[in-house]
């Protein structure tokens, strides 16, 4: 709301409305009124009734004796005395009178003024109560309503305190002439106690009267702006109210709007279940992949290092050539072919070139990053979510990189399968939280050394307890468990990495004429995942198996024929291969003739994973890795025969482990 600007008629209309200012009765009094001051404050109190007391009496003083007294003196004075009190008391009534004139005046004045006020208060009142309806009215102004209902109130208390300080004016003048009064009653009292005491009661009587209207006029204006505030604060009730009550039903509203968004997700989460499944079964549940890692640095160092020591003709970087086996990857677009060319002298001196060509699902470059690998088989980690059994091997000869794809290096460029995979199984999980699922997750991990079970997140030196394996199957799961082994909840991926460091520390390696640190046992890390759904009740189980296979070797190769110790490891390792194969083998047997004998237990690997290479098991991954020197062409060849035997191999569809509502 603008403040009103006065206009100098309206400040002439204020000065004369000012309340004026009446001579006291004396001698002394001034005939002109003196302007009372402005701004008092009008008490809310009855002023207390004029007192009427005796006036003083004066004693006149003279400069001569008194005369003595005579006859005729003493009736002159006896005639005058009358008419000297006459006189005095017409011109106590003429003063008394006029002083009831100036009161009813001033009264009247009083009243004037006290009207006018009221009127500029319900002004102020009015303009307050727009201001309300406009509130309520307009949201989108609120802020600059609240301030300008501010500022009114801010103009009202001014007002307020202005005519508070008017009315203290009032009350001091009227104190004044109360004063007077007395002192004329005083006066008048001498003369007639009957007059006194009758004008006292009128002049008490109207002065009770008088505090009693302005009384009544202040409280009528004060229940007037209570009931003003009373309306607005009911019309901001109302408002409220139905504010309020819309937002009841806009929160109904959208709890049914949630409750079928939710129930549409759940009905999603099923059917990308099913089409997630249907895609992992077209593209096999036994996908083979072949990666060739990269020639290391101090192979090639080696190679230059004696071409340089060499007086023959040959450089270096020829020499280097000569280390690294010719591979060819013809199909650039697919990228699912490698071609192997080996040179060899017949018995006549004639150079005979053989090529050998195999194809896989995927074939990774030497200059394939880690990423890429774990980009094929990302989306297995949804199907451990969902409840099947997923088993990824690394397989290849020794020094091919295995344990490098699987557990990686220390940097997040180089790490491995098994935190990728894990840290993946957790963020799918996350994701699955906002559709009612809660998963819980444990892990271990085990090495098969020369068929015994080892557990590497025991404690201190490998005990002597002999772990057993034992399958549990109903019609709707399988499960294995290991018995004496640590199994650790898991809550945050980076308790993988706690868990792969420690494993490393105790795993069992030697150093052979083919790698300066080959692994000698199998190692399997077991991720296994329960999950609820607490809005259906279903349960599920799933379980991602990450084996680091021993690597494949001959034992004139890795130079373990003289050597007690690792001839018995090597003959182990070739034997858990074997039995691997077997049983892959008769698994696509299976599938073609029906029932058929499984040879599980052949072998502690294949009987340890049993229910993930069955039917139980959503995909079977062989991670081929190759080693890109020449001098390991044989067994190469060797590794991609046996891959190519178990990419041709078919295994009948996977099983979901439900565990069935509650």
């Known amino acids: 709301m603008t ?76 005639a005058s005395g009358p008419m000297r009190t006459t006189h005095t008391l017409r011109d106590l009534q003429n003063q008394v009178t006029f002083l009831e004139n100036a009161q009813t005046t001033n009264a009247a004045y009083i009243a004037q003024q006290m009207q006018v006020e009221r009127t500029k208060v319900a002004e102020i009142q009015a303009d307050h109560l727009a201001l309300s309806r406009e509130l309520a009215s307009s949201r989108e102004a609120e802020l600059d309503k609240r301030r300008q209902i501010v500022d009114s109130t801010e103009e009202l208390e001014k007002l307020r305190l202005k ?46 009267v008088s505090t009693q209207s302005a009384a009544q006029v202040a409280l009528n204006a004060q229940m007037n702006t209570l009931q003003t505030e009373k309306d607005a604060l009911q019309a901001q009730l109302d408002t409220v109210t139905s504010t309020v009550s819309q937002h009841g039903l806009d929160h109904q509203s959208a709890l049914r709007r949630i409750a079928f968004l939710e129930q549409e997700a759940r009905e999603a989460e099923m059917v990308r ?31 230059r290092a004696g071409g340089r020591h060499s007086n023959s003709s040959p450089s270096s970087e020829d020499f280097a050539k000569a280390l690294v086996a010719n591979l060819a990857f013809p199909d650039r677009q697919e990228r699912k072919e490698i071609v192997l060319t080996s040179s060899s002298s017949s018995a006549m001196g004639q150079e005979r070139k053989d090529v050998y060509s195999f194809s896989f699902d995927r074939v990774f ?16 980690a949804q199907s451990c979510i969902d409840g099947y059994n997923v088993c990824i ?14 557990e990686g290096g220390s940097t997040e460029a180089t790490i491995g399968m098994i935190p990728r995979a894990v840290d993946e199984v957790f963020r799918a999980a996350d994701v699955l939280k ?22 590497l997140l025991g404690k201190g030196e490998f005990d002597k307890k002999k772990h057993e394996i034992k399958h549990e199957k109903t019609a709707t799961s399988a499960s294995t468990r290991v018995t004496d082994v640590n199994v650790m909840p898991l809550r945050t991926p980076r308790e993988v990495s706690a868990l792969l460091r420690l494993a490393n520390s105790r795993r069992t390696v030697a150093a052979t004429l083919m790698n300066e640190r080959s692994s000698r046992s199998h190692s399997v890390f077991t991720l296994r995942i329960f999950g609820c759904n607490e809005h259906t009740g ?23 024929a003289g050597h007690k110790e690792r001839l018995k490891e090597t003959q182990n390792i070739n034997r858990s291969l074997s039995a691997l194969g077997d049983v892959i083998a008769a698994l696509g047997e299976k599938g073609d003739k029906g029932d058929k004998h499984i040879p599980y237990r052949n072998s502690k690997l294949t009987y340890l ?54």
């Open 609 to 662: 994973l049993q229910h993930s290479l069955s039917g139980h098991s959503k995909t079977l991954v062989y991670d081929l890795n190759l080693s890109p020197l020449a001098a390991h062409l044989n067994e190469s060849l060797t590794s991609l025969r046996f891959a190519t035997k178990v990419n041709n191999t078919t295994v009948g569809p996977a099983k979901k482990q439900v565990r069935g509502a509650n």
């Open 273 to 303: 279940r099913k089409l997630h499944n249907m895609v992992q079964e077209l593209k096999g549940n036994i996908r083979v992949f072949c990666r060739v890692r990269p020639a290391l640095p101090h192979e090639l160092g080696s190679a």
């Open 3 to 78: 403040k009103r600007k006065l206009s100098p008629i309206d400040d002439d209309d204020d000065e004369f409305d000012q309340p004026r200012k009446f001579p006291a009765i004396g001698t002394n009094a001034s005939s002109h009124p003196q302007p009372a001051p402005r701004n008092r404050p009008r008490p809310l109190t009855r002023p207390d009734p004029p007192k009427l007391t005796a006036p003083r009496r004066t004693t006149r003083a003279t400069s001569a004796p008194p005369k003595p007294f005579t006859a005729a003196a003493r009736s002159g004075r006896a």
């Open 365 to 380: 470059e030497p200059e394939s990053t880690q990423s890429e690998v774990f980009e094929e088989i990302s989306l297995l």
């Open 393 to 406: 091997f690394a397989y290849g000869q020794t020094g091919s990189g295995k344990s490098f794809t699987m």
């Open 434 to 455: 906002n559709k009612g699922w809660e998963y819980s997750m444990e892990g271990q991990f085990l090495e098969i050394y020369n068929e015994t079970i080892n557990d």
């Open 538 to 560: 279903e349960r599920c189980e799933g379980s991602l198996n990450l084996v680091d296979l021993a690597g494949s070797e001959r034992l004139n190769s890795s130079g373990a």
């Open 163 to 208: 005519h508070a300080k008017e009315i203290l004016d009032f009350e001091t003048q009227l104190q004044k002439r109360t004063n007077e009064m007395r002192q004329l009653s005083m006066d008048l009292r001498i003369a007639t106690e009957d007059l006194d005491r009758e004008r006292a009661s009128g002049l008490s009587l109207k002065s009770m």
